[in-house]
Structure formats: structure tokens, C-alpha cells
């Protein structure tokens, strides 16, 4: 009896491991459709980004396939930056740590639009992606 009552909190972890895979998947694959749509599409734990021509569409992963997220076009954007620990950084001399956002001033509104992003020379690659097809 001693010996099952140390092993089941290991059985309870080993419960919430398989569930939390099983969740992790399901918005993989809810991701994977949704993104079939877009010409270039990014997935991290934070948030999931669909570009087609020049209109980004943004939000956060779920399990279920995203439906009416918000949107706005790259023609409207004065400015795309790369922040992390919401300062501006240059992408010559990137950072090893913080927590990167890519910040979109729009031309239109006075807020800014910030979608995070878990790493930061993926979220540099994308600053740099995005600033090539506003300018084109």
C-alpha cells in the first residue's frame, strides 16, 4: 500500500504529460490547416502569423482551427520593429536573451500592433522578411 501511494503522483504526472501533448497537437494541427491558406505562415507557442500578398493576420493558437482573427494590410504600416524586453534592438547585434515582440506602427492608429514571438533571430529573420514586402 506505502509503495502505490508513492507511485501515484507519478501516475497523476504522467496523466497530465499525456494531456498536455495531446493539447499541443491538436493546435499543431489546427495550425496546420489554418496556414494552408497563407503564402508564409509562422507557429510558436505565443502566437500564429498568415501572410498573403501584403495582408498579415495574426492571433494566438488554439485548438481549435483560428477563424476571424484580426488582420490589416502591410500598406498601412509606417514602421516594423524588433523589440526585446520592449526595446528596440538592432539586427546586426542581436540580443542572446529577452523576450522578442515584432512592433507594427500603424499609419492609421496611435497603438501599436505587438506580436510575440519566442525567439529571437526567428523574430529577426521575420522583421527583416516583413520589411522587404512592405517596401516592395
Known sequence: M??????LPLLFFFCWLTWSGWNEYQKLEAYRQWAEQFEQAKYDIYAIIGINEKQITWGKPSRLIPTDLPSFSLADV???????????VDL????NKGLPV??????TDSSPIK????EIP?????????N???QS
Open 2 to 7: 506505502e509503495r502505490g501511494l508513492l507511485w
Open 78 to 88: 509606417a514602421n516594423i520593429r524588433l523589440l526585446v524586453n520592449d526595446n528596440p
Open 92 to 95: 546586426n547585434a542581436l540580443p
Open 102 to 107: 515584432l512592433e507594427f506602427s500603424l499609419l
Open 115 to 118: 506580436i510575440p514571438f519566442t
Open 122 to 130: 526567428l523574430a529577426a529573420k521575420w522583421t527583416v522578411y516583413l
Open 132 to 134: 522587404k514586402i512592405r
